[in-house]
């Protein structure tokens, strides 16, 4: 039996005191992480008196450029932007089956396909309600929940055995190159040891989602932990990246990085490092190190 999302949850409608909130309490689409990788604390807060509030077992989705993919189940109570969208699961439904149902890439596919807007496309908040859905019993939807659950909790796992590989990388960059450095060695600057090139955005009307021409990426929204993730592609590339160069994000907020897995056109709100001596991991971890000089460019 089918029935619509409106069936199961419903917007919440609540709102929040700002002076209430702060970085880690405040979401917005510039703090969620795409492909459903969560959240992150919030660079600045709102500047009006009042935002839009949530609750924890809450699911908060971004609903600016919905291919983007950023939800996340809340785990404490806080405030959030307008752009984004608090689903409230009613009476009688898991609220991580809720969750589930929306991080289904199809339910994504859906709010691009009824959105509207072409430059900043905008979930339809009516049509998303019309979502259609699949009807399970409520101890159908805690077993489901509980098995996407554990697999969920593996990725997390594994993200952190990432992460703290990386924080290792850079602490042995830090001991040779910062900590321990050789007074013999001469100073320079970036471009003596990587060639630098700006993106320059192609005309919109060679962009396609077909994997047609070279993949595309217009700055850090695309951004994931290592690698961008693929949405764009287009026929007229302007400016390449090569594999395994070093993206750099060159728009507010500046100084956010990825890695190019493949050769790939590069628009203006992003620019690609490449070691001129084949030396690439030590050009990512230069760049990591550069992170404070760049957050400069923010203020």
């Known amino acids: 039996m ?5 069936d199961i949850c419903e917007y919440a409608k609540g709102k929040v005191d700002v002076s209430a909130l702060d970085a880690e309490t405040y979401i917005s689409t510039e ?19 009042q935002t839009q509030a949530f609750l924890a077992g809450d699911v908060l989705v971004s609903n600016i450029r919905p291919y ?3 939800i996340w189940f809340a785990e404490f109570d806080g405030g959030c932007s307008n752009d984004i969208l608090v689903f409230r699961a009613k009476n009688g439904i898991n609220k991580r089956f809720l969750y589930y149902i ?4 199809t339910f994504f596919d859906y709010s691009m396909a009824t ?10 908040k009516t049509a998303i309600m019309k979502y259609e859905i699949t009807k399970f019993t409520y101890k159908e939807q805690k077993k489901i929940a509980g098995i996407l659950e554990i697999f969920d909790k593996k990725i997390y796992l594994n993200t952190e055995i990432n992460e ?22 001469p100073i320079g600057v970036l471009s003596d040891v990587a060639e630098i090139t700006m993106g320059q955005s192609p005309k919109g009307d060679t962009y396609n989602e077909d994997g047609e021409g070279s993949a595309f990426f217009q700055g ?22 090569q594999t395994n160069d070093v993206l750099l994000s060159v728009r507010a907020p500046v100084g956010d990085l990825n890695v190019a897995y493949e050769p790939c056109c590069i628009g203006r709100g992003l620019g690609a490092i490449h070691s001129k001596d084949e030396h690439q991991s030590f050009v990512l971890y230069t760049m990591f190190a550069l992170r404070q000089k760049l957050d400069m460019f923010n203020g």
Request: hydrophobic share 35%.
């Open 31 to 49: 703090n969620m992480i795409p492909n459903k990788g969560g959240i992150t604390n919030a660079s600045s807060l709102p500047t009006a008196a």
């Open 164 to 185: 703290n590989l990386q924080e290792q990388a850079q602490a042995i960059y830090t001991d040779m190159f910062i900590s321990n450095t050789d007074s013999a060695w």
């Open 102 to 105: 929306l991080a289904d890439n």
């Open 2 to 6: 089918k029935y619509n999302l409106s």
């Open 220 to 241: 850090r929204a695309e951004f994931g932990f290592r690698f961008p993730t693929r949405r764009l592609f287009t026929t007229d590339p302007k400016r390449m990246s």
């Open 68 to 70: 983007f993919k950023k």
């Open 115 to 124: 959105s509207k807007g072409t430059k900043m496309p905008r979930g339809d």
